[in-house]
């Protein structure tokens, strides 16, 4: 069980803490009006680039 936000508009994730796919479904978590747009942050450590 859990709220069913349907305006959240910002979804941030910081650090790499989980596979593409728990990712994806985090960001999915915004935005689930379909009138409204969110923006989607993943800020990572900087020992993951080159």
């Not at 999915?28 to 020992?47: T, Y």
Request: charged share 15%; proline share 4%; hydrophobic share 45%.
């Amino acid at each position: 069980q859990g709220i069913n936000l349907l305006n959240i508009t910002l979804a941030i994730q910081w650090r790499a803490t989980c596979d593409m796919c728990t990712l994806w479904q985090h960001f999915g978590h915004s935005a689930q009006d379909p009138r409204c747009e969110a923006i989607a942050l993943f800020l990572v450590e900087p020992m993951y680039f080159d």
